[in-house]
């Protein structure tokens, strides 16, 4: 029997289809078209659904089943990493964790990374521009990891509610990912926010803590967060600096 995937309207606002009719191969293949305007996007994380889509492609919306989430007070991160936070002779014990003070950087850097198994980068100049954009609404973020004044990983995603949504992230050096993942998650249980999503899982997000949920209790939390008013802004200020040694 064939299966025809939704094309969505040119309406940014309009409900997406029911996740629970999203195809099992590819996992959480949902509907295709539409377009990244802000209000889509928002609407998009806010029931549980991610863009994801190569160059060439048409835009494809995705809610796989089960979803990687982190809980924001259980990333884990080695004995012997945190030694090399503590230790003079690493260098990372000078390394400093900010946010949304060098977003295009981040994502850019995101966007070069050669990942295993991928032909090319996933994030087009489509997907940079709409990010960017969201960026500007103070929607989308990102968490850089400096070495004085030099890059050395970061990520980015989406704020809706008290729920973030993680999109990518990249090691400049070696733990800089690492880093950058356990300093947003420092802030946002400080904050009162639960959760990450880190929407497909894998070996290394899991030896961070990372598990798998069921799609329906991914959904039913993620909506309840969603929900939660939080002004749209730069976090620069509100994240302020944390010293990596502090994540000892």
């Known amino acids: 029997m064939s299966y025809h995937l939704p094309r969505l309207g040119d309406d940014p606002l309009a409900p997406f289809p029911d996740v629970e009719t999203a195809l099992r191969r590819p996992d959480g293949l949902l509907a295709f ?9 928002l609407n998009a994380y806010a029931n549980g659904i991610f863009p994801w889509f190569s160059a060439g492609q ?3 919306w995705w809610s796989p089943d089960p979803r990687t989430l982190f809980r924001t007070d259980g990333v884990r991160l080695s004995s012997r990493f945190r030694r090399d936070l503590r230790g003079p002779s690493s260098g990372m014990s000078r390394w400093t964790i900010r946010a949304d003070t060098a977003f295009e950087a981040v994502i850019r850097a995101c966007a070069s990374v050669p990942r295993r198994g991928q032909d090319g980068t996933w994030i087009t100049g489509e997907m940079l521009a709409a990010y960017a954009e969201l960026h500007r609404l103070g929607h989308a973020h990102s968490v850089e990891v400096f070495d004085g004044v030099r890059l050395v990983g970061g990520l980015y995603g989406v704020a809706v509610g008290r729920m973030f949504f993680g ?3 990249y090691s400049g050096e070696s733990g800089g990912s690492k880093l950058a993942l356990a300093g947003l998650a420092r802030r946002l249980a400080a904050w009162g926010w639960p959760l990450i ?7 290394h997000l899991f030896s961070l803590g990372a598990a798998s949920w069921p799609r329906g209790d ?19 200020s509100r994240f302020g600096t944390l010293p990596a040694s502090d994540l000892a």
């Open 58 to 60: 048409p835009i494809l």
């Open 167 to 169: 999109e990518s992230m």
């Open 33 to 41: 078209g539409g377009d990244l305007s802000p209000p889509r996007l």
């Open 218 to 236: 991914f959904l039913a939390r993620v909506r309840a967060l969603a929900s939660i008013p939080e002004p749209p802004g730069a976090w620069t």
């Open 197 to 203: 999503d880190a929407q497909v899982g894998s070996a």
